[in-house]
């Protein structure tokens, strides 16, 4: 199974900042990574896949790069929306496996 | 809009089987994959299987084979996981997700299911 590793797993900022999350594939998966946000309560929701394609309707402050098996969603000008939690979720081969999950707080 | 309207909270004995439904709207049904992940209370995600509603077709993580099956009825634009041999550890938030093959584009609410005795 690939593995994926997302650092850090809990990150704090302020209203306005600019974010970044890592996630890591233990083995190549060229560009089949999506990233969701998921608030509590709710189910997730995607905001980018193909590692940097993003999904109709989500604002551009999001954005994904990467490729192989290093890849990072970068989140610029907070809005107080967005402190959730993200996964990142990588697709190969008939396997598919989310990160564990980085939470993003208010500072 | 895109809609999947899953069924309602389970509570089950280890054991058992649980069936849970998805009723997808606002598409036309058998073009996407409905795929089931689960989460159990406070963790990650966990991606159990999926059914491609045209063909019927499905595939299933290793974990859950053999004791997960998925089904649809295309009469009813809904599909169903059949989870058996509960144990605590199938104490989730079970949700489908519409989408391509690669990718979970559209979600229901979630049904939880916990196993009890």
């Known amino acids: 199974d690939i593995q994926m590793t997302q650092s850090p797993s809990t990150l704090s900022a302020s209203v306005g900042d600019t974010v970044t999350i890592s996630c890591r594939a233990s083995?190549?998966?060229?560009?089949?990574l999506a990233w969701y946000q998921q608030k509590p309560g709710e189910a997730p929701k995607v905001l980018i896949y193909d590692a940097f394609t993003l999904k109709t309707g989500v604002p551009s402050r999001f954005s994904g790069s990467g490729s192989g098996t290093e890849f990072t969603l970068t989140i610029s000008s907070l809005q107080p929306d967005d402190f959730a939690t993200y996964y990142c979720q990588q697709y190969n081969s008939h396997s598919y496996t989310f990160g564990q999950g980085s939470k993003l707080e208010i500072k | 809009q895109v809609q999947l309207l899953q069924s309602g909270a389970e509570v089950k004995q280890p054991g058992a089987s649980v069936k849970v439904s998805c009723k997808a709207s606002g598409y036309t049904f058998t073009d996407y994959y409905i795929h089931w992940v689960r989460q159990a209370s406070g963790q990650g995600l966990e991606w159990m299987g999926w059914?491609?509603?045209?063909?019927?077709?499905?595939d299933y993580a290793p974990k859950f084979q053999g004791r997960v099956t998925l089904t649809r009825d295309t009469s009813i634009s809904t599909a169903f996981m059949d989870l058996s041999s509960l144990t605590s550890d199938d104490s989730a938030r079970y949700y489908c997700?519409?989408?391509?093959?690669?990718?979970?584009?559209?979600w229901g609410q979630g049904t939880l299911v916990t196993v009890s005795s």
């Open positions: 083995q190549s998966i060229s560009r089949w």
């Open positions: 059914i491609n509603p045209s063909s019927g077709g499905t």
């Open positions: 997700a519409s989408g391509p093959i690669d990718r979970f584009d559209s």
